[in-house]
């Protein structure tokens, strides 16, 4: 079945420093790829998506690249603030027929000290 | 637009007794899953409605059962509670362009 592996981390940065989390998937076809963020205490928020091989997602300096020669989809971002400190899922699904549900990684603790 | 919201956010049950989450989705999504997420086995998918119908079903007892009505707001119910139900509940809804909105979660202790 369809499964993804990101980096579990925790990951600890200082402020300014560059991110990485990996994320492969394996998957029947062509899935969606995404991004989702969860702050402590609250529910996930979509972070940034892609649909379809070579699309680049993006949002609040946080970049992904769909490849589809690495089944990979490695979230950056250049400079990390403290306020991105949160924990980060790598999510999959089929985008096709009728039947849809989101595959997530193990999630990624990030800590941001100043 | 609103976002998902998810009632109650907390709750507390004894092992044995059932439970009922309540979530309303975003104005205009027909769409809803449920997902439980636990420290030791992560995000699960529960299940998905659209149109009051079940479409898809995760790997869980049947225990966990689901229900939409006619203005898209869901119901989760989970019967004869076990201490490994201990989770937060999340529920998302979707729009045609498969990107789905999580709502707060519903956290569930089981003592």
């Known amino acids: 079945g369809d499964s993804v592996t990101q980096m579990e981390g925790p990951v600890t940065l200082s402020e300014e420093a560059f991110l990485t989390i990996n994320c492969t998937y394996t998957a029947t076809g062509y899935p969606s790829l995404f991004w989702y963020v969860q702050y402590p205490g609250e529910g996930l928020q979509l972070l940034l998506k892609a649909t379809k091989a070579d699309d680049k997602g993006s949002n609040k300096g946080f970049e992904a690249t769909y490849r589809k020669e690495t089944t990979s989809f490695h979230l950056e971002k250049g400079s990390v603030q403290v306020s991105d400190s949160a924990v980060y899922f790598c999510?999959?699904?089929?985008?096709?027929?009728?039947?849809?549900?989101?595959?997530f990684g193990k999630g990624t603790l990030l800590t941001v000290n100043p | 637009k609103a976002g998902v919201t998810q009632t109650p956010r907390y709750l507390i049950k004894t092992r044995g007794q059932q439970v009922t989450l309540s979530c309303s989705p975003i104005?205009?999504?027909?769409?809803v899953s449920w997902y439980q997420q636990t420290p030791g086995q992560g995000l699960q998918f529960l299940f998905e409605?659209?149109?009051?119908?079940?479409?898809n079903k995760g790997n869980f007892p049947g225990r966990f059962s689901g229900r939409q009505f006619s203005n898209s707001r869901s119901e989760m119910n989970v019967s004869t509670l076990e201490l490994g139900d201990s989770a937060l509940y999340l529920c998302?809804?979707?729009?045609?362009?498969?990107?789905?909105?999580f709502g707060p979660g519903t956290r569930l202790t089981v003592t």
């Open positions: 998302a809804s979707r729009d045609r362009l498969y990107e789905q909105y």
């Open positions: 409605y659209f149109s009051e119908t079940q479409r």
């Open positions: 999510a999959s699904t089929y985008s096709g027929g009728s039947n849809y549900k989101l595959t």
């Open positions: 104005s205009g999504h027909r769409s």
